[in-house]
Nanobody
Framework: QVELVESGGGLVQPGGSLRLSCAAS????????MGWYRQAPGKEREVVAA???????TYVDSVKGRFTISRDNAKNSVYLSMNSLKFEDTAVYYC????????????????WGQGTQVTVSF
């Protein structure tokens, strides 16, 4: 079983910064991709950023230039550096990954973290 544990959320003023961390643990043979989603009250969950093991990254348009996703493959970890935060970035942020538990297993299983609250407010 693979578990994702997030940390780093909190309350920040507009224009401020936060860094989210997510570490995967358990029986892991390979993990790819790793990324971040968010869900604001009354809205659907949306992908914020994703990263593949070969270094490719994607971002939702609303965070481009402000957020940076990074990975430490040796630690099975992914990070989200968030700068110039806006009110509309307020949401619960979820870590997401595809995990393969053994080489003979053909499929990657999707795994979610428990979520961490990010609140942008005065």
């Amino acid at each position: 079983q693979v578990e994702l544990v997030e940390s780093g959320g909190g309350l920040v003023q507009p224009g401020g910064s936060l860094r989210l961390s997510c570490a995967a643990s358990g029986r892991i043979f390979a993990i790819d991709p790793m990324g971040w989603y968010r869900q604001a009250p009354g809205k659907e969950r949306e992908v914020v950023a994703a990263s593949t093991s070969d270094g490719s990254t994607t971002y939702v348009d609303s965070v481009k230039g402000r957020f940076t996703i990074s990975r430490d493959n040796a630690k099975n970890s992914v990070y989200l550096s968030m700068n110039s935060l806006k009110f509309e970035d307020t949401a619960v942020y979820y870590c997401n990954a595809g995990a393969k538990i053994a080489p003979e297993v053909s499929d990657y299983r999707e795994v979610w973290g428990q979520g961490t609250q990010v609140t942008v407010s005065f």
